[in-house]
């Protein structure tokens, strides 16, 4: 199967620093575990592969990112704050589907929905993704698979 895990840290990589103003950026394949204190965004693949990809930021990521992104101070994770990471996964996923398309995989992504914690479906790539920069930790929680 297409290399899945650079594209997402690529495109994860090229958003931050175009719109975040961060490029220090490191990454490692790593465990993400859910907890309370987190926002998990979850964005689905349909076309040549199917499944989803869950964006995992703790709370004090998810304000800061929303804090260099507005101007503006939260303290607190509310519908502005879900919205604009919600848009941000959206964001780079529309990457990785450029990327993808470069490999000829048509791909199609669905509106970002909240997920939660759910039990463990088998897919034939699963791999998760911790990026750490000056902004804190994202976890990507890829789960794909190709269309049969």
């Known amino acids: 199967m297409t290399d899945l895990y650079t594209p997402f840290l690529e495109a994860t990589r090229n958003v931050f620093h175009l ?3 961060i ?12 907890n309370e204190e987190e926002l ?13 990809v869950i964006y995992r930021l703790p ?4 304000l800061g990112i929303v804090t260099i992104m507005s101007g503006m101070e939260f303290d607190t994770v509310d519908e502005f704050v879900i919205s604009a990471i919600s848009e941000i996964a959206n964001i780079i996923s529309g990457n990785v589907l ?5 490999k000829d995989l048509t ?8 997920k939660s914690q759910d039990g463990g479906e088998d897919y034939e790539f699963r791999n998760n993704i911790l990026i ?3 902004i804190g930790e994202v976890c990507l929680d890829i789960r794909l698979e190709p269309a049969k």
């Open 107 to 114: 791909c199609d992504i669905l509106p970002p929905v909240l």
């Open 98 to 102: 450029t990327m993808l398309a470069e």
């Open 19 to 21: 719109m975040l103003d």
């Open 40 to 52: 998990d965004v979850s964005i689905g693949f349909t076309g040549d592969l199917k499944g989803e």
């Open 23 to 34: 490029s220090n950026i490191s990454d490692q394949p790593a465990e993400c575990l859910g």
């Open 59 to 62: 709370h004090q990521t998810s």
């Open 132 to 134: 750490t920069s000056e």
